[in-house]
């Protein structure tokens, strides 16, 4: 079984400041790893995905994470927040060949002060 | 093509009546999934199409639930006899999973439902 666990249900970070949503996975097998974003009132969208090349993955808006199999984790960072990032987060781990479907965390929500 | 769309957005309904979704994919992608989300949770998986066949259903999907996905484009769910447990966001997501391993999902804005 697959499962993802969010370390924090809510971050708060002053803009200009760097920004780190962790998330731990649980999985039998090598898996495929992601974070999607949720603003308000809006449909989520992918920031990265890791599916096994390299460990650091880059995705939009200045987003990275690192995929560290020997702790099990997969942690969002971004060097500096803008105030646009405040939103919920969610990790999410899945298996191509279990049809691909997704298997979320609980979320992060993330708040910007100015 | 403009991405997934999903209707309608919102939903009012009282308990007991059947109501009905839509969800329309990006074009060509082979795959549909359906998942629900309540306050304050993550998305947690419905159900997934490849094509017309649907694939899996998860034990969240009770006999009330129904999804198809007629000739392989757009897709309905139903919930027939809604509970007030039922309110939720119902999200749409499609993808083209390919030889290579690729299947990232594209998200429509969902359908807020609410079970007076």
């Known amino acids: 079984a697959q499962s993802v666990t969010q370390l924090d249900s809510h971050v708060s970070v002053s803009e200009g400041t760097p920004v780190l949503l962790r998330c731990n996975y649980s999985?039998?097998?090598?898996?495929?790893l992601f974070w999607y974003v949720q603003h308000p009132n809006k449909g989520l969208q992918l920031l990265l995905k890791?599916?096994?090349?390299?460990?650091l993955v880059k995705g939009i808006n200045g987003f990275e994470a690192e995929f560290k199999k020997s702790e099990t984790s997969f942690h969002l960072t971004k060097p500096s927040a803008h105030m646009s990032d405040a939103a919920e987060y969610f990790c999410?781990?899945?298996?191509?060949?279990?049809?691909?479907?997704?298997?979320f965390g609980q979320g992060t929500e993330l708040s910007v002060k100015p | 093509d403009t991405g997934v769309s999903q209707n309608p957005r919102h939903k009012i309904t009282k308990r007991g009546q059947n109501v009905t979704f839509r969800c329309d994919p990006i074009?060509?992608?082979?795959?549909l999934y359906w998942y629900r989300q309540t306050l304050g949770q993550g998305p947690e998986f419905l159900t997934y199409?490849?094509?017309?066949?649907?694939?899996?259903k998860s034990r969240l999907l009770s006999d009330r639930f129904s999804a198809e996905r007629p000739k392989g484009s757009f897709s309905t769910l139903e919930i027939q006899r809604t509970e007030q447990g039922d309110s939720a966001m119902y999200l749409c997501?499609?993808?083209?999973?390919?030889?290579?391993?690729?299947?990232?999902?594209?998200f429509g804005p969902g359908t807020r439902l609410t079970v007076t």
């Open positions: 199409f490849q094509n017309e066949a649907q694939l899996e």
């Open positions: 890791y599916t096994s090349a390299a460990t």
């Open positions: 074009s060509e992608h082979n795959r």
């Open positions: 999985s039998s097998y090598s898996p495929s």
């Open positions: 997501a499609s993808s083209l999973a390919d030889t290579a391993g690729n299947y990232e999902q594209y």
């Open positions: 999410v781990v899945s298996r191509y060949n279990q049809g691909g479907k997704l298997i």
